[in-house]
Structures are given as structure tokens and as C-alpha cells.
């Protein structure tokens, strides 16, 4: 972990000694609900899902008799959820027929919280996740890529679980410097395309670009999109 704080990076990053002045720095007290992100996630799905229909990782299935005939079925496609706060995207995909959707977080406390609430989530960094190689079909991490310390380490780690052909969705705010709770700062799309050039994994992108260019979704601020599909 240290060293990843003396890495020599391109984009810019607070000023911390050790792990443990990181951990400080993310510690949360007293869980809560999210509640003025709610809507900007469920409008991030309405993008998301058509596109993993169009890549096959999400393979619609409606019933065909019966009193739901026309309804959808569950899916079975595993997701991650990772830095996952209140767990309440958990429970957003869940309603939607998504029963195999496990979520990660840095500390006890919201881990304990999101499973008092039936929001399945573990304890896990995401430098360094204790899934195996190729354990999900989409990985979905909105907004937490700004409080890491290494956004190549996370990347990697996520396209890393994720299976081959399985999709990863990372969004997080353009900005010029890190402050409060975020570590990193990446400025501009083109600082993510050298980024990107550094992950080891292999694959095609589905999008990257500011989120502003997609109707679809309710964006954060000036934030960017990284949408991949592992090869």
C-alpha cells in the first residue's frame, strides 16, 4: 500500500504518509442513507442495461405462461457493486430481479449497516480484492475511484474479477485538484486515456467520455464515464 502512494502517477494526489493516514482520511462515522444519489443511480442503469443486452452479458428472460406471462425473470448475472456506501444500489438491482449482487466496502461499520438492511456486502479494498479472477459479469463503481490511491491498481483489480467478456463501469468527477475525502484528481479525458494505456488487462472500450454526452444518465458535476469490456 505504501508504495503505491510513492508511485509516480499522472494525475494528482493528496499529500498522505502511510495507510493508516489514508484510512483516517475515509473513515466514515454513523452510517446513512445516500438519498441525494438515488436517482443518479437508477438513471446510470438506464444506460448501463441496454448496453450489457447489446454485449450479451445480460440475456433478458421473460416468463412465458402463467399469470406473469411477459414478466421478466430473474436474472442470474453475478454484479459488484464496489464502494458500495449504504448498500442501497444493492437493493436498487435487486428489485429489478438481480439476486446475485454483492457489494464492497472499506470499513466494518457500512458493511454491518448494508447487511442489518438485507444489502448483501463484505469487507474489501478495492487496491487489493480477495475475489477471485473472473468471479463477476459486471462490475459497477460510481464515484469511488476519486477516494483511492491508485486509480491503474483499481482498475486492474476490477477488470481482474470480472470475467472475460464482462463489463466494468467506473464513474468519478473531472477535477483539477484532490480535496476532502478525495485522494486523486484526474482533470481532463485525456489524462484517462493514459491511465487507461497503463491497466495490464486486456479490452475494448464501450465508452469513455464525460457522462454530460449521454442523455440517459443525471450527471454529478463534471464527471467522467469509463464503460470496458474485458476481452
Given at each position: 500500500?505504501?508504495?503505491?502512494?510513492?508511485?509516480?502517477?499522472?494525475?494528482?494526489?493528496?499529500?498522505?504518509?502511510?495507510?493508516?493516514?489514508?484510512?483516517?482520511?475515509q473513515y466514515?462515522?454513523?452510517?446513512?442513507?445516500?438519498?441525494?444519489?438515488?436517482?443518479?443511480?437508477?438513471?446510470?442503469?438506464?444506460?448501463?442495461?441496454?448496453?450489457?443486452?447489446?454485449?450479451?452479458?445480460?440475456?433478458?428472460?421473460?416468463?412465458?405462461?402463467?399469470?406473469?406471462?411477459?414478466?421478466?425473470?430473474?436474472?442470474?448475472?453475478?454484479?459488484?457493486?464496489?464502494?458500495?456506501?449504504?448498500?442501497?444500489?444493492?437493493?436498487?438491482?435487486?428489485?429489478?430481479?438481480?439476486?446475485?449482487?454483492?457489494?464492497?466496502?472499506?470499513?466494518?461499520?457500512?458493511?454491518?449497516?448494508?447487511?442489518?438492511?438485507?444489502?448483501?456486502?463484505?469487507?474489501?479494498?478495492?487496491?487489493?480484492?480477495?475475489?477471485?479472477?473472473?468471479?463477476?459479469?459486471?462490475?459497477?463503481?460510481?464515484?469511488?475511484?476519486?477516494?483511492?490511491?491508485?486509480?491503474?491498481?483499481?482498475?486492474?483489480?476490477?477488470?481482474?474479477?470480472?470475467?472475460?467478456?464482462?463489463?466494468?463501469?467506473?464513474?468519478?468527477?473531472?477535477?483539477?485538484?484532490?480535496?476532502?475525502?478525495?485522494?486523486?484528481?484526474?482533470?481532463q479525458p485525456?489524462?484517462?486515456?493514459?491511465?487507461?494505456?497503463?491497466?495490464?488487462?486486456?479490452?475494448?472500450?464501450?465508452?469513455?467520455?464525460?457522462?454530460k454526452a449521454?442523455?440517459?444518465?443525471?450527471?454529478?458535476?463534471?464527471?467522467?464515464?469509463?464503460?470496458?469490456?474485458?476481452?
Amino acid at each position: 500500500m505504501i508504495n503505491l502512494l510513492k508511485r509516480k502517477k499522472s494525475y494528482k494526489s493528496s499529500k498522505l504518509a502511510n495507510k493508516s493516514e489514508y484510512l483516517k482520511l475515509q473513515y466514515r462515522t454513523d452510517p446513512k442513507e445516500f438519498l441525494d444519489s438515488r436517482l443518479k443511480i437508477a438513471s446510470s442503469f438506464t444506460f448501463i442495461i441496454p448496453e450489457l443486452i447489446k454485449l450479451g452479458i445480460h440475456l433478458p428472460v421473460n416468463e412465458t405462461i402463467g399469470i406473469n406471462k411477459g414478466q421478466l425473470k430473474a436474472n442470474s448475472i453475478k454484479i459488484l457493486d464496489a464502494g458500495c456506501r449504504d448498500g442501497w444500489t444493492i437493493e436498487f438491482l435487486n428489485s429489478l430481479g438481480y439476486n446475485d449482487v454483492i457489494g464492497v466496502e472499506l470499513f466494518d461499520e457500512y458493511v454491518n449497516y448494508c447487511n442489518s438492511l438485507g444489502r448483501k456486502a463484505v469487507k474489501g479494498d478495492l487496491h487489493k480484492l480477495e475475489f477471485s479472477d473472473n468471479s463477476f459479469d459486471f462490475v459497477y463503481c460510481r464515484h469511488v475511484l476519486e477516494h483511492t490511491l491508485d486509480p491503474i491498481a483499481v482498475i486492474n483489480e476490477l477488470l481482474r474479477v470480472t470475467k472475460p467478456k464482462g463489463a466494468i463501469y467506473v464513474s468519478f468527477p473531472l477535477e483539477n485538484e484532490p480535496y476532502g475525502k478525495h485522494t486523486i484528481a484526474i482533470s481532463q479525458p485525456g489524462d484517462v486515456r493514459e491511465i487507461l494505456g497503463k491497466v495490464r488487462h486486456k479490452f475494448t472500450e464501450i465508452y469513455v467520455d464525460r457522462t454530460k454526452a449521454i442523455p440517459l444518465i443525471i450527471p454529478e458535476g463534471d464527471e467522467m464515464i469509463i464503460f470496458l469490456c474485458k476481452q
